[in-house]
């Protein structure tokens, strides 16, 4: 979704500002979005109130850092090329725009700065020009990745997603009006303790790059798809390529890294956390990776910290926080509340923000185990002798020997429908995907083992019906088998409810009307549509006549002429012979509609041999 990777950043942030039209405001001339607070007068800038948080870098790590802007964590972004250090004139007019000078009485300003040369340099070039210019400013640089050696040269861990945990601790300390050394102290005790590492599957090629990055494509010398472990959010390659692995192995690997890295106490490095730490967990989406698959790392990894090392996870953050591109990856960030980080700066992490690409934990600190792990109870069907709803009884009925009658027409049907088979597989297999007839005598095996077996209430009719649909839903499947489950179904609550003094052959057709209609309302097909429905809605008209009498031979014969009459339809609306051509529906009718024709027609049999 690139035009011109030239004007990509502006048209990026001219994207941000029709997302947030009260809440971002461009700085004119430069690639800087700024709270909407800072368009006021001098005498009512913010930054007489609260110390101004800063940050950014290159663009292509969305929704860093223009996503944080908002009260209580940053007051302005400064964005720079894709995966370029903005320049110094950026820097420092988004400085002036959000710092007062110390005489117009200015609480100062933190930038909050990923370690990389280029933004080291910049930013600290900028800091160094604002105090010059009387405006107080501090600068906070976070080295949050594992993944670099601790002694490897002079440049240092990489700055990685724990900075989003900085904005937001130091933010919420800006926000409660605390000093510009104090914000500095909190941004520094947050950087120091938290830890970072990256994973990928694939790396990121920049917009408008000539060639793509490559490096994990294909597989190695043993023809096993390959990872990689630590790479840098630039695509920077990491600490090592391995074969793919399993996610709880990824996140073991990923948790290994950040240990054996350790913090530094007192010139001394000692483990991240230990057993009985309580842990802020940031699982972040390096651009890529479905949240489906974000999830699956989340579990894998709080089961390792919890069960493994006995620590308790009580902040856990999944998301996209820091991204690069479209990179199918993820990081891990582990913040433990040990050494400098106290209470007081957890209850920063939790205070509110309108800053649009955080979002807040949903913090578990009680003891024993989380709510969430309970399961509710089921809740069950009530006793259906009692009724479909429960305690209220059922309707008389008033059908002469209707468990008899019952028992004969349902066998008649079975057998019928199972004769029926090979002609409906013949259709289907034309008009569909072949299994229609199998599905159909399947489900007829089901309920005729059913009734043989005294598992069906034959008696009422409302138990009967939703024995039927139970039948049907444990044998049947497909569509179709669906369909006729939702339509025994609402054949069982019309009976429930029907009104009057009991249950009437009247009732039973409005109850077939009922279940045919439900079968469009949940379906979507009508009659028409070249299904089964072809057949049932010709049928319940025909069934209860204008004068209110039941004729199920005449519904038998309507039935049978609408399943005929399918053969003539050159196209259908649903199913799977929605994707044949007229050429292909033409001559052979609807088996799902012929099926229905073969039941009524055994229905009416039955009834005329009683």
Same mark, same amino acid.
């Given at each position: 979704?690139?035009?011109?990777?030239?004007?990509?950043?502006?048209?990026?942030?001219?994207?941000? !500002?029709?997302?947030?039209?009260?809440?971002?405001?461009?700085?004119?001339?430069?690639?800087?979005?700024?709270?909407?607070?800072?368009?006021?007068?001098?005498?009512?800038?913010? =930054?007489?109130?609260?110390?101004?948080?800063?940050?950014?870098?290159?663009?292509?790590?969305?929704?860093?850092?223009?996503?944080?802007?908002?009260?209580?964590?940053?007051?302005?972004?400064?964005?720079?090329?894709?995966?370029?250090?903005?320049?110094?004139?950026?820097?420092?007019?988004?400085?002036?725009?959000?710092?007062?000078?110390?005489?117009?009485?200015?609480?100062?300003?933190?930038?909050?700065?990923?370690?990389?040369?280029?933004?080291?340099? =910049?930013?600290?070039?900028?800091?160094?020009?604002?105090?010059?210019?009387?405006?107080? /400013?501090?600068?906070?640089?976070?080295?949050?990745?594992?993944?670099?050696?601790?002694?490897?040269?002079?440049?240092?861990?990489?700055?990685?997603?724990?900075?989003?945990?900085?904005?937001?601790?130091?933010?919420?300390?800006?926000?409660?009006?605390?000093?510009?050394?104090? /914000?500095?102290?909190?941004?520094?005790?947050?950087?120091?303790?938290?830890?970072?590492?990256?994973?990928?599957?694939?790396?990121?090629?920049?917009?408008?790059?000539?060639?793509?990055?490559?490096? !994990?494509?294909?597989?190695?010398? &043993?023809?096993?798809?390959?990872?990689?472990?630590?790479?840098?959010?630039?695509?920077?390659?990491?600490?090592?390529?391995?074969?793919?692995?399993?996610?709880?192995?990824?996140?073991?690997?990923?948790?290994?890294?950040?240990?054996?890295?350790?913090?530094?106490? =007192?010139?001394?490095?000692?483990?991240?956390?230990?057993?009985?730490?309580?842990?802020?967990? !940031?699982?972040?989406?390096?651009?890529?990776?479905?949240?489906?698959?974000?999830?699956?790392?989340?579990?894998?990894?709080?089961?390792?910290?919890?069960?493994?090392?006995?620590?308790?996870?009580?902040?856990?953050?999944?998301?996209?926080?820091?991204?690069?591109?479209?990179?199918?990856?993820?990081?891990?960030?582990?913040?433990?509340?040990?050494?400098?980080?106290?209470?007081?700066?957890?209850?920063?992490?939790?205070?509110?923000?309108?800053?649009?690409?955080?979002?807040?934990?949903?913090?578990?600190?009680?003891?024993?185990?989380?709510?969430?792990?309970?399961?509710?109870?089921?809740?069950?069907?009530?006793?259906?002798?009692?009724?479909?709803?429960?305690?209220?009884?059922?309707?008389?009925?008033?059908?002469?020997?209707?468990?008899?009658?019952?028992?004969?027409?349902?066998?008649?049907?079975?057998?019928?429908?199972?004769?029926?088979?090979?002609?409906?597989?013949?259709?289907?297999?034309?008009?569909?995907?072949?299994?229609?007839?199998?599905?159909?005598?399947?489900?007829?095996?089901?309920?005729?083992?059913?009734?043989?077996? &005294?598992?069906?209430?034959?008696?009422?009719?409302?138990?009967?019906?939703?024995?039927?649909?139970?039948?049907?839903?444990?044998?049947?499947?497909?569509?179709?088998?669906?369909?006729?489950?939702?339509?025994?179904?609402?054949?069982?609550?019309?009976?429930?409810?029907?009104?009057?003094?009991?249950?009437?052959?009247?009732?039973?057709?409005?109850?077939?009307?009922?279940?045919?209609?439900?079968?469009?309302?949940?379906?979507?097909?009508?009659?028409?549509?070249?299904?089964?429905?072809?057949?049932?809605?010709?049928?319940?008209?025909?069934?209860?006549?204008? &004068?209110?009498?039941?004729?199920?031979?005449?519904?038998?014969?309507?039935?049978?002429?609408?399943?005929?009459?399918?053969?003539?339809?050159?196209?259908?609306? *649903?199913?799977?012979? =929605?994707?044949?051509?007229?050429?292909?529906?033409?001559?052979?009718?609807?088996?799902?509609? /012929?099926?229905?024709?073969?039941?009524?027609?055994?229905? *009416?049999?039955?009834?005329?041999?009683?």
């Amino acid at each position: 979704f690139i035009n011109d990777p030239s004007k990509a950043v502006d048209e990026f942030i001219t994207g941000l !500002l029709l997302q947030y039209p009260n809440h971002l405001r461009k700085l004119a001339n430069h690639h800087v979005l700024l709270h909407s607070s800072f368009a006021c007068s001098s005498s009512s800038h913010p =930054n007489k109130s609260r110390v101004s948080l800063l940050s950014g870098g290159g663009s292509g790590h969305e929704p860093s850092h223009a996503g944080y802007i908002g009260h209580n964590m940053l007051s302005g972004a400064i964005l720079g090329g894709i995966f370029a250090s903005p320049p110094v004139s950026s820097i420092l007019a988004a400085i002036r725009a959000v710092t007062l000078p110390n005489a117009e009485g200015g609480m100062g300003c933190l930038l909050i700065v990923k370690n990389y040369t280029g933004d080291r340099l =910049n930013f600290g070039m900028a800091c160094e020009m604002a105090n010059a210019e009387g405006r107080m /400013v501090n600068m906070c640089i976070v080295a949050d990745d594992c993944a670099v050696p601790r002694r490897k040269g002079i440049t240092g861990a990489r700055g990685v997603a724990g900075t989003v945990l900085v904005h937001k601790s130091a933010g919420a300390a800006a926000g409660k009006g605390m000093s510009l050394d104090k /914000v500095t102290e909190v941004a520094n005790a947050v950087s120091k303790s938290v830890g970072s590492i990256g994973v990928a599957l694939n790396t990121v090629t920049i917009p408008g790059a000539e060639t793509v990055n490559d490096r !994990l494509v294909g597989t190695n010398e &043993n023809g096993a798809p390959i990872m990689e472990i630590g790479l840098g959010i630039h695509g920077e390659a990491g600490m090592k390529q391995c074969p793919l692995m399993s996610c709880d192995e990824i996140a073991k690997s990923m948790l290994e890294s950040i240990q054996s890295y350790g913090r530094e106490v =007192n010139s001394t490095v000692v483990p991240l956390y230990r057993s009985g730490d309580e842990l802020a967990v !940031l699982v972040n989406n390096l651009g890529g990776t479905s949240n489906f698959e974000m999830s699956l790392l989340a579990r894998s990894l709080v089961a390792q910290l919890e069960k493994d090392v006995g620590c308790k996870v009580t902040r856990l953050f999944v998301g996209s926080f820091m991204t690069s591109f479209d990179m199918q990856g993820a990081s891990v960030s582990i913040l433990p509340m040990t050494g400098d980080i106290s209470e007081d700066i957890l209850s920063l992490i939790d205070a509110e923000t309108d800053a649009p690409a955080w979002s807040k934990a949903d913090v578990w600190k009680d003891g024993g185990m989380r709510p969430s792990y309970f399961e509710m109870e089921e809740v069950t069907a009530g006793d259906a002798t009692k009724g479909s709803t429960g305690d209220v009884p059922l309707p008389p009925v008033l059908i002469d020997n209707f468990a008899n009658f019952s028992n004969g027409v349902i066998l008649k049907c079975c057998a019928a429908l199972i004769d029926a088979e090979p002609q409906l597989t013949k259709f289907d297999t034309i008009v569909g995907d072949g299994d229609c007839g199998i599905t159909m005598a399947r489900g007829a095996k089901e309920i005729s083992h059913r009734l043989e077996s &005294n598992r069906l209430r034959i008696q009422h009719p409302v138990t009967l019906f939703a024995d039927l649909a139970d039948a049907i839903s444990a044998s049947m499947g497909g569509t179709s088998g669906i369909l006729l489950e939702l339509m025994f179904r609402k054949a069982s609550t019309t009976c429930a409810s029907a009104s009057g003094e009991g249950l009437t052959a009247q009732d039973l057709a409005k109850a077939f009307r009922a279940g045919t209609e439900a079968i469009s309302l949940y379906g979507g097909a009508r009659e028409g549509s070249r299904t089964m429905l072809d057949a049932l809605f010709p049928a319940a008209v025909a069934m209860l006549g204008t &004068n209110g009498s039941v004729d199920v031979a005449e519904a038998s014969l309507a039935a049978k002429k609408g399943a005929d009459a399918t053969a003539a339809m050159d196209h259908a609306d *649903a199913g799977r012979s =929605n994707y044949l051509s007229k050429e292909s529906l033409i001559g052979t009718p609807d088996p799902g509609a /012929v099926a229905v024709a073969v039941v009524l027609g055994a229905v *009416a049999r039955a009834i005329s041999n009683e």
